[in-house]
């Protein structure tokens, strides 16, 4: 495995997010947020923070994002803006365009879209 700076939010627990948008939840709408944030539902919108943003395994997201950190486990479809980095994970998908500092794609994640650095 490698050693990726600045994914200490691979270690966070649910305790360290002020909001999680839960499973059962599905939001439609804007979302501007300070302090990180995970989504586990679904979501459909834009989304921009100041802070970072963790969609977990089995979420939805149909929403442009704008966040300093963006880590993608489930599917997101849309523009990702990263201020300092965007991780895909193995179990994730992004249908959509990057534009980051810092770009991680993990061994079997799905990517379409153009990324710019």
């Given at each position: 495995?490698?050693?990726?700076?600045?994914?200490?939010?691979?270690?966070?627990?649910?305790?360290?997010?002020?909001?999680?948008?839960?499973?059962?939840i599905?939001?439609?709408?804007?979302?501007?947020?300070?302090?990180?944030?995970?989504?586990?539902?679904?979501?459909?919108?834009?989304?921009?923070?100041?802070?970072?943003?963790?969609?977990?395994?089995?979420?939805?997201?149909?929403?442009?994002?704008?966040?300093?950190?963006?880590?993608?486990?489930?599917?997101?479809?849309?523009?990702?803006?990263?201020?300092?980095?965007?991780?895909?994970?193995?179990?994730?998908?992004?249908?959509?365009?990057?534009?980051?500092?810092?770009v991680?794609?993990?061994?079997?994640?799905?990517?379409?879209?153009?990324?710019?650095?």
């Amino acid at each position: 495995m490698f050693d990726v700076k600045d994914t200490d939010f691979f270690d966070m627990e649910d305790e360290s997010f002020d909001t999680i948008i839960e499973d059962d939840i599905k939001f439609t709408g804007n979302i501007k947020f300070k302090q990180p944030l995970m989504i586990r539902g679904q979501v459909n919108g834009k989304i921009e923070a100041t802070s970072d943003l963790v969609v977990d395994t089995n979420a939805v997201v149909n929403a442009d994002i704008t966040a300093s950190r963006v880590l993608i486990k489930g599917k997101v479809k849309g523009n990702v803006t990263g201020e300092n980095l965007v991780f895909v994970t193995q179990s994730g998908s992004l249908d959509g365009d990057i534009k980051t500092k810092k770009v991680v794609l993990e061994p079997g994640c799905a990517f379409t879209g153009r990324c710019s650095m």
